[in-house]
């Protein structure tokens, strides 16, 4: 089944403590991307990957890191959580690169809180 | 800067109504518009992509309509069921940003009454 999986589903943690949510698609997608979604601000972009190796900023980086070292995995780590970082997390990923037209498809979401 | 407005936040119908939701974007150089249905604390799920040389799709009874010049999208449910109840997010893909990134309207959140 074609998917894009995320873990963990819940995660409660302490202010400092590093973390990383993994993502993962089996659709041999190019593209990948992380969005964090927020009462009243809707989905954002947090980084995106355009291949193995390459990846950019989207529109709200700060306080994250990520990494593509394989095409199927995009994990996203937080080097010191803060409270402000408490959100839902999805990862996205899509067949194509800039200038085509591919569906995007979501993973089921991480549910981060920072005590 | 792409904005994308999602009106009404809420809306609730009885069983069998049509539903019609409107997302409204201010850059109407798109590459494509995506509507989702995501449900409580759930993913999300996609429904239909329109592409910008479309007017519209269709799958089931979810029928979206595009019109790029005047930066408007309409999702259609017909004869809505309790099932239907979610919250409905458009996104559009600007044409000018980096890689694939969507840009979110806010979602509407549709209760269907038995």
């Known amino acids: 089944e074609a998917q894009v999986t995320q873990n963990p589903r819940y995660l409660i943690t302490v202010t400092g403590k590093k973390l990383t949510v993994t993502c993962s698609q089996n659709m041999n997608h190019e593209y990948m991307s992380w969005y964090r979604q927020d009462p009243g601000l809707g989905l954002r972009q947090i980084y995106y990957s355009m291949n193995v190796e390459v990846t950019d900023k989207g529109d709200v980086p700060e306080g994250y890191k990520v990494s593509r070292k394989e095409k199927r995995n995009f994990p996203l780590i937080l080097e010191s959580p803060s409270p402000n970082q408490t959100s839902l997390y999805f990862c996205a990923s899509s067949l194509g690169l800039a200038g085509t037209s591919y569906e995007q498809y979501f993973g089921p979401g991480t549910r981060l809180t920072v005590t | 800067k792409q904005e994308v407005t999602q009106i009404p936040a809420a809306l609730s119908v009885p069983e069998g109504e049509n539903l019609v939701l409107n997302c409204s974007f201010t850059d109407s150089a798109i590459y494509n518009l995506q509507w989702f249905r995501q449900d409580p604390g759930k993913g999300l799920t996609s429904l239909l992509l329109i592409q910008s040389s479309q007017r519209e799709q269709t799958s089931g009874r979810l029928n979206a309509s595009l019109d790029k010049s005047s930066g408007r999208s309409t999702l259609y449910i017909a004869a809505s069921q309790p099932g239907d109840s979610a919250t409905y997010l458009c996104?559009?893909?600007?044409?000018?940003?980096?890689?694939?990134?969507?840009?979110f309207g806010g979602g509407t959140r549709v209760l269907v009454k038995p």
């Open positions: 996104a559009v893909r600007p044409n000018k940003a980096a890689g694939n990134k969507l840009t």
